[in-house]
């Protein structure tokens, strides 16, 4: 990772936040100018700082220094996605069984009366 990225995403996520160059530099607890080095990436930017920087800026350190989430952060919420979506599934699968039990228990209704109907009609027949 060069240090241009690293400069560009600090920028970015700064002005993405809506602070100043002093407003970070103040809540870093740095002079104005030492942060402007950092952002201009004339200074490397040492790990105390970067975590700071990252909270500040509502980050995290990887996403400030590489510019987006690695894998691992978009691996978790896919298994999260996967989850929620697993239940919703299994619910479904549940209400389309209890579903299909209902038209059953419907067509031995109606099969039943049929049957009724059936036997009423040879009854009214047989006593013309």
């Given at each position: 990772?060069?240090?241009?990225?690293?400069?560009?995403n600090?920028?970015?996520?700064?002005?993405?936040?809506?602070?100043?160059?002093?407003?970070?530099?103040?809540?870093?607890?740095?002079?104005?100018t030492?942060?402007r080095?950092?952002?201009?990436g004339?200074?490397?930017?040492?790990?105390?700082?970067?975590?700071?920087?990252?909270?500040?800026?509502?980050t995290t350190?990887?996403?400030?220094?590489?510019?987006?989430l690695?894998?691992?952060?978009?691996?978790?919420r896919?298994?999260?996605?996967?989850?929620?979506?697993?239940?919703?599934?299994e619910?479904?699968?549940n209400?389309v069984?209890?579903?299909?039990?209902?038209?059953?228990?419907?067509?031995?209704?109606?099969?039943?009366?049929?049957?009724?109907?059936v036997?009423?009609?040879?009854?009214?027949?047989?006593?013309?």
């Open positions: 990772m060069d240090n241009s990225s690293i400069k560009d600090i920028h970015n996520f700064r002005k993405k936040r809506k602070y100043t160059q002093e407003d970070v530099a103040n809540m870093l607890g740095i002079s104005v030492a942060y080095e950092l952002e201009r004339n200074t490397s930017i040492v790990n105390p700082n970067i975590v700071r920087m990252a909270e500040l800026l509502g350190t990887e996403e400030l220094v590489l510019g987006y690695p894998a691992e952060s978009e691996n978790s896919l298994e999260e996605v996967q989850a929620e979506y697993g239940n919703r599934m619910n479904l699968n209400k069984k209890n579903l299909e039990k209902l038209v059953n228990s419907l067509e031995e209704t109606i099969a039943s009366k049929n049957e009724i109907i036997m009423l009609k040879k009854m009214l027949a047989e006593q013309k």
